[in-house]
């Protein structure tokens, strides 16, 4: 699938590793002048895989006068308003921005990192055998929000979206978006003459353009393969946990320790790269999404685990509170009272009693 070697390329890319890219067939990273790194089809740097539908898209209806106009696909989809199209259209830039590598500043870091490890997941969910099928439905509606929180979409698009079995659902009208997008760009193929002034790619690249969208829709819609973090010397059972999230429910489940070890090793292990950094990152982030989601008493067991490290058991803990929030929905879902946790919330640094500041 073309989607694993351009997902190499993009942790090559996005954390300066410095190694050759792999080949991929119609699509190639390139540099952008705003410092961004985005996805072309070969050959092409004037509209780039994330922006090639940008002069389609329609006005938003809630600034506009809709009075007479119906969606673009109307006739394919009668059940279909413009505010059902215009959610749609965000959902396929949302997915197909995922690709895009954008520099990182304060002002964004936390969404990158929350998008991209949600989407990394969505791709493990069909291979979860130590969780029930209810507690796999919960993990998956709450990587799929946070995955379009983090792009950002607003929040009519937040809302607007479900799971019906395997598939991924505008609620609404119960329109399947696999449908949509394979009719979206099949519009667009064999519409070409009437969209020239809007559209520079041929009839066949927006085919190709619509395999790869489907083949991201397959990862967050769990139908995919797995993605994999590539290896990394001496990160070895890190990766192992990561890439294989049943192995790390079942590590925990068989001894806690072995989780706990691996995060001391991980941190303490190797000298610091970006890669690693992203390594350690999902690494505790998987013990918050997996362990802590389930079971928040579970990280009186973390701590007690490093008590006899303070200052390494701080770092772990403000980096799983304060990289994402992801734990602040986990608060606010389960209504988990952080006064009682004392031994937790007295390890907080200034940042994340800043965040949590709520709570305490």
Known sequence: MELDALYHNYLNLKFGRGLPLLKTGRFEYALCEDG????????????SFTEWTSDLRPADPHYTDTTGRAPVLASRFGQLDVYGEQVLDYLLLTINATT???????????????KHYCF???????????????QKAGLRDFFFWFYLYAHPVNGETLDAFSFRGPDLIHTQTGIRVQDYFEAYHDHYAHQHTAYNDCLTLSPQEIEACCRLTLQMLEVVEGRSSRLK???????????????????????????RSEVFGCMQDTLTGVPSTPYREHIISMLLHNYVCYILY??????VELVEFFRDDPPLCRVIVNRMFTETIFIQKILWQNRIDLHNYANVTALFDENAREIYREFL
Not at 123 to 132: I, T
């Open 120 to 134: 990394f997941q969505l791709a493990q969910w069909a291979y979860l055998s130590m969780l029930s099928d209810e």
């Open 100 to 114: 895009s590598i954008a520099p990182i500043h304060p002002y964004n870091v936390m969404n990158d990192r929350m």
């Open 36 to 47: 961004s790194t985005e996805l072309f089809l070969v050959g092409r740097k004037n509209e």
């Open 294 to 299: 389930f079971d928040f008493d579970q990280i």
């Open 229 to 255: 973090l590539p290896p990394e010397a001496g990160l070895e059972p890190a990766l192992r946990l990561i890439n294989q999230a049943d192995e790390f429910l079942a590590a925990y489940a068989r001894n």
